[in-house]
């Protein structure tokens, strides 16, 4: 197992055994298997978060967790600690095709059973684009709709389905066959995709997959902070916490989830940590915003502080996303209102993502507040 680092390749996303150059350091992402951690492993990543990197873990919108700052001489105990947690993969590959989000609104063993199944089906699995993905979403209701995947196993009114991502209806399927279905379908994916990376896009160019979609998806809400069936939900601000405050949460196994938050599982009453959230109407989760500079050498901006200035001017039901470059990384999709960060100040962009064609180039932080509470604020 080598403890160096590859080169970036365009369209790389980063992993535990491939990890990510960045400003304060390399960044180590761990795909827990069910998007979930137990006790040991979570306070096992506080320990090594603190030991060989910065102390500071982001959570991602694929429920996989980041180890900033560690220094590529620290690999190979990173990767042996990983390994003895059961959370290294054999092989880059392998952890490539792992790519894995599980919904946090489940009981009993049917959505473990899947996603161990599925894993294991992966492991013969096609060669996909870095991006391609697959959601186990299996609970009473689908939650992850508005979440990154290819290939979803959901739940409809006469029991699973399979979807492929961009029809609107999916295939019947027992548990015992779904997961080699989703994998026949990924292998489908990956003979007829051309330069398609996405099964959206390949399905939006007039390419439909060989099944026999009949059954919607019985669609729910994404879980809020507070109090929630599965245990106390508590929201990571802009996706990141300290080592403490995982040591502090980790009192049961931790579901991760998409929107960046915590369920501490079949745990209910607790106290929120501090700097966590659990409040639903707390202005902070109306914005994204990604790590910015110095901690991102592509961002020539800070954006953090300046995303928890602004928070109050956004009005419930909106999203505003602060990014330090064009790449969009804390939320690819568009926003009611982008800032996007280009030498050293901001461009303005309405109903777009990062790249988008801005209103507005060059503005400093006084001119951005002049616009998000003037005439704009109503379209925001």
Known sequence: ????????????????????????????????QG????????????????????????????AHVQLRGVREESLPQVHAALSGLGLLD??????????????????????????????????????????????VDSGAEAVLGAASADIRIERSRQGLILRADGMASGESVSPAEAPERAVALARWFAAHRGEHTR????????????????????????????????GAC???????????????????????????????????????????????????????????????ASASVETRALARRLAPLVPPGCTLHVSGCAKGCAHPGPAEATLTG??????LILNGPANGTPLARGLTEDQLTERLRGPLAPRL
């Open 1 to 32: 197992m080598s403890g160096r680092v590859q080169g970036q390749i365009r369209g790389w996303c980063p992993g535990a055994l491939r990890p990510m150059p960045s400003g304060d350091g390399l960044v180590v992402r761990v795909r827990p």
């Open 35 to 62: 998007s979930r951690l137990t006790v040991e492993q979570a306070l096992a990543l506080a320990g090594l978060a603190e030991a060989q990197g910065n102390g500071l873990i982001d959570l991602g919108t694929r």
């Open 90 to 135: 054999p092989d880059a590959g392998t952890e490539a095709r792992r790519n894995i989000l599980t919904t946090p609104c489940w009981d009993g063993p049917e959505t473990p059973a899947l996603v161990a199944a599925l894993e294991s089906a992966l492991a013969d699995g096609p060669t996909l684009p870095p991006k391609f993905g697959f959601a």
């Open 199 to 230: 099964m959206a896009r390949l399905i939006a160019s007039g390419l439909l997959p060989p099944l026999g979609a009949a059954e919607h998806p019985l669609q729910g809400p994404p879980l809020p902070p507070g109090d929630t069936p599965f």
């Open 234 to 296: 508590f929201a990571l601000p802009f996706g990141q916490m300290t080592a403490a405050t995982l040591r502090a949460l980790a009192v049961a196994p931790l579901r991760l989830t998409p929107w960046r938050s915590v369920v501490v599982e079949g745990i209910h009453g607790l106290p929120c940590p501090p700097g966590l959230i659990a409040d639903s109407a707390d202005p902070l989760l109306r914005v994204a915003a990604c790590t910015g500079a110095p901690g991102c």
């Open 342 to 347: 280009r030498d050293g100040r901001f461009d």
